[in-house]
């Protein structure tokens, strides 16, 4: 089993997006996937609960310890969605069952300057600390035709020790198919195919750290 943890210090930067299209990737894959969502907000247990028949189905799970206890056997990705702003006392329980973190960050100064902090901190847990838990940061929402968002990636790769490892584009098509219940990876028409181009750095990532 493959465990994917999603963090962040700020509320907004698109979690639930990772969490929900990685788990839509798997699903199609035809991997039994588990999404643990411990953010109250519950955002992907909501998603993982209105997959439709026509999609294969992703397992939610109420976060917390227990959640942990509860997970089938026969599951082989396990995705864990994180509260914002939640410190080491917060992700102990999962710290230790993660095989690679992942932190979303988007293009703006308040941003930026929250997430180099959260990195900051990163650094002093235990297992990222011996280098036994990978770290990827992923620049969400972006524009990258404009100087803003080109500053920000230059700037998040000049100050953090942890490599960006996928540049997403803003798109209104991760808001209405979470809706849905769906992902980008649950379609295949054209348009669809070139944001999931998006993700393949990413996958290669994950994929190197098992």
């Given amino acids: 089993m493959l465990t ?47 997959r439709p028949d026509n999609v294969p189905g992703v397992l939610g799970l109420e976060g917390g310890r227990r959640a942990l206890q509860k997970l089938p056997p026969d599951t082989q990705q396990l995705l864990i969605d994180t509260a914002a702003g939640s410190g080491e006392r917060e992700l102990e329980p999962y710290l230790e069952q993660a095989d690679v973190l992942l932190v979303p960050v988007l293009p703006s100064s308040f941003d930026l300057h929250a997430t180099l902090h959260f990195i900051g901190e990163l650094q002093s847990f235990g297992r990222i600390r011996r280098g036994k838990l990978p770290v990827g940061l992923v620049a969400n ?31 209104q098509a991760y808001v209405l198919l979470s809706a849905l219940g769906k992902g980008i990876f649950d379609y295949q028409s054209e348009q669809v195919r070139s944001h999931q181009q998006d993700w393949k750095a990413l996958l290669r990532w994950i994929k190197r750290q098992q």
Avoid: N
Wanted: glycine residues 8%.
């Fill in 4 to 50: 994917t943890l999603v963090a962040s210090s700020k509320g907004g930067c698109g979690k639930s997006t990772l969490v929900t299209q990685l788990a839509s990737h798997w699903a199609q894959a035809g991997q039994h996937t588990t999404i643990i969502d411990a953010d109250r907000q519950g955002s992907s247990y909501r998603w993982a609960g209105l």
């Fill in 141 to 171: 929402r972006l524009k990258p035709w404009t100087h803003a968002s080109q500053d920000a990636i230059a700037q998040l790769a000049e100050q953090s020790p942890f490599p960006i490892v996928a540049q997403l584009r803003d798109s």
